[in-house]
């Protein structure tokens, strides 16, 4: 097994076995570093020794005598006999094929715990996506277009509250559900934007995190029926990833919206996005920022060619978003739907007020979307030097790729 194979298991079981090692140990922090430290050795002994059988049993096992040693070792080990003792039980006890505790779940418990209302509410997500999908600090402040070393200091905090003040690793019942229910969705949806967008890396898309994201909404859905807002979160990722097998060509660049072929979507979860995003809108109550991005996404999967997007409703979508969530995200989105419907200097006005700003300086895809506002224009000149800054800031291989032909484009036209 090579190392590339390593970084895959890495991606795909990271959170899965962190999560079982959390509930064991109830120490977020023992357990991360044992799992680090687990991953590092098949790193060094794989290559050398060969690769075990079960590589992710192996690497849950090697996590938890990881685990031991370094309680064993500190001078506070009699005050953690307890954690010790319960992890070597719970090792003794794990019967899975694979070792890892396997609770339908268990990843849900750990987004709950890390959602716990004692906990900063970015926090909260912060540590959720560095515990669940093992992101690092660096990708975590990207999400949030946060300083890295702020974003740091929040998960150590966070991290520390869960430990002082005893909060309970559970899915809570009762009225404690819905209270986190916010914070648990935004997590879900930040794991699937990792997925989907991801942030840096080679890979346009990371279909482990899209798979864990949908599976983790569908358990949520089924546990609060009467919530139409986790069906609307269900149907926003599903109708983003019917289209995933469209997004990329052979080499794994981007290709944009409108020049996908459409007949490679998945109509199936199209149908099923579709039928849940109707109930999400249409429950009797004024709809929640999910059921709208919902229905957006319900818009475009319609249309069986670009031309047959309805853009106004889409703007006016985005227009009633902005009122529940005036992020400059939001706000960016809705400066492109506004270009599509009404023109794009109307667009490209909007997009001004966010650069002046200053908010998304840092935001790849402000430039990006001024870029190809200017270019839909004839602005050749202007559209290279947004595409010219956009990639000074971008941090995805595939989306820097996508940018320099942009650019070479526009350049030689």
Same mark, same amino acid.
């Given at each position: 097994?090579?190392?590339?194979?390593?970084?895959?298991?890495?991606?795909?079981?990271?959170?899965?076995?962190?999560?079982?090692?959390?509930?064991?140990?109830?120490?977020?922090?023992?357990?991360?570093?044992?799992?680090?430290?687990?991953?590092?050795?098949?790193?060094?002994?794989?290559?050398?020794?060969?690769?075990?059988?079960?590589? +992710?049993?192996?690497?849950? #096992?090697?996590?938890?005598?990881? @685990?031991?040693? &370094?309680? %064993? *070792?500190?001078?506070?080990?009699? /005050?953690?006999?307890?954690?010790?003792?319960?992890?070597?039980?719970?090792?003794?006890?794990?019967?899975?094929?694979?070792?890892?505790?396997?609770?339908?779940?268990?990843?849900?418990?750990?987004?709950?715990?890390?959602?716990?209302?004692?906990?900063?509410?970015?926090?909260?997500?912060?540590?959720?996506?560095?515990?669940?999908?093992?992101?690092?600090?660096?990708?975590?402040?990207?999400?949030?277009?946060? +300083?890295?070393?702020?974003? #740091?200091?929040?998960?150590?905090? @966070?991290?520390? &509250?869960? %430990? *002082?003040?005893?909060?309970?690793? /559970?899915?809570?019942?009762?009225?404690?559900?819905?209270?986190?229910?916010?914070?648990?969705?935004?997590?879900?949806?930040?794991?699937?934007?990792?997925?989907?967008?991801?942030?840096?890396?080679?890979?346009?898309?990371?279909?482990?995190?899209?798979?864990?994201?949908?599976?983790?909404?569908?358990?949520?859905?089924?546990?609060?029926?009467?919530?139409?807002?986790?069906?609307?979160?269900?149907?926003?990722?599903?109708?983003?990833?019917?289209?995933?097998?469209?997004?990329?060509?052979?080499?794994?660049?981007?290709?944009?919206?409108?020049?996908?072929?459409?007949?490679?979507?998945?109509?199936?979860?199209?149908?099923?996005?579709?039928?849940?995003?109707?109930?999400?809108?249409?429950?009797?109550?004024?709809?929640?920022?999910?059921?709208?991005?919902?229905?957006?996404?319900?818009?475009?999967?319609?249309?069986?060619?670009?031309?047959?997007?309805?853009?106004?409703?889409?703007?006016?979508?985005?227009?009633?978003?902005?009122?529940?969530?005036?992020?400059?995200?939001?706000?960016?989105?809705?400066?492109?739907?506004?270009?599509?419907?009404?023109?794009?200097?109307?667009?490209?006005?909007?997009?001004?007020?966010?650069?002046?700003?200053?908010?998304?300086?840092?935001?790849?895809?402000?430039?990006?979307?001024?870029?190809?506002?200017?270019?839909?224009?004839?602005?050749?000149?202007?559209?290279?030097?947004?595409?010219?800054?956009?990639?000074?800031?971008?941090?995805?291989?595939?989306?820097?790729?996508?940018?320099?032909?942009?650019?070479?484009?526009?350049?030689?036209?």
């Amino acid at each position: 097994m090579l190392q590339p194979d390593i970084t895959r298991l890495y991606r795909e079981h990271y959170g899965r076995i962190l999560a079982s090692l959390i509930r064991a140990l109830g120490n977020f922090q023992l357990a991360e570093d044992a799992l680090q430290d687990a991953f590092a050795a098949a790193v060094e002994q794989w290559p050398r020794e060969g690769v075990p059988n079960n590589p +992710p049993a192996w690497i849950a #096992a090697t996590a938890r005598h990881k @685990a031991i040693d &370094k309680a %064993r *070792r500190q001078s506070w080990f009699s /005050e953690r006999r307890d954690e010790i003792q319960r992890l070597i039980e719970f090792e003794m006890a794990s019967d899975s094929d694979d070792g890892v505790a396997s609770f339908p779940d268990e990843r849900l418990r750990l987004i709950f715990t890390c959602c716990h209302p004692a906990i900063n509410r970015e926090a909260q997500i912060a540590l959720s996506l560095r515990t669940l999908c093992g992101l690092t600090t660096e990708e975590i402040a990207r999400a949030f277009v946060t +300083p890295t070393a702020t974003m #740091a200091q929040r998960i150590v905090r @966070a991290q520390r &509250k869960i %430990r *002082r003040a005893g909060i309970p690793y /559970e899915v809570p019942s009762g009225d404690a559900l819905p209270e986190r229910l916010d914070s648990a969705m935004a997590v879900i949806y930040l794991v699937f934007n990792e997925g989907y967008l991801a942030s840096s890396g080679d890979e346009a898309v990371r279909k482990d995190l899209c798979a864990e994201a949908i599976r983790l909404a569908r358990i949520l859905s089924a546990l609060m029926p009467t919530q139409p807002e986790a069906r609307g979160l269900l149907a926003l990722m599903l109708l983003h990833d019917s289209r995933r097998d469209a997004r990329t060509d052979s080499n794994g660049d981007l290709i944009m919206l409108e020049d996908q072929d459409r007949t490679r979507w998945d109509h199936r979860q199209i149908d099923e996005g579709l039928g849940l995003a109707a109930e999400a809108i249409q429950n009797g109550s004024a709809p929640g920022p999910y059921a709208i991005q919902a229905t957006i996404a319900a818009e475009h999967a319609r249309a069986k060619r670009p031309d047959d997007t309805d853009w106004v409703r889409i703007a006016q979508l985005y227009a009633m978003l902005r009122e529940l969530r005036p992020t400059s995200i939001i706000a960016l989105n809705h400066a492109v739907a506004i270009a599509m419907a009404q023109g794009m200097p109307e667009g490209l006005a909007l997009i001004a007020k966010l650069e002046a700003s200053g908010e998304l300086n840092d935001y790849y895809l402000m430039w990006s979307a001024k870029a190809e506002l200017l270019r839909r224009m004839g602005n050749f000149i202007d559209a290279a030097s947004a595409y010219r800054r956009a990639l000074e800031v971008v941090t995805s291989n595939p989306d820097r790729r996508f940018l320099a032909r942009r650019l070479k484009e526009v350049e030689s036209t």
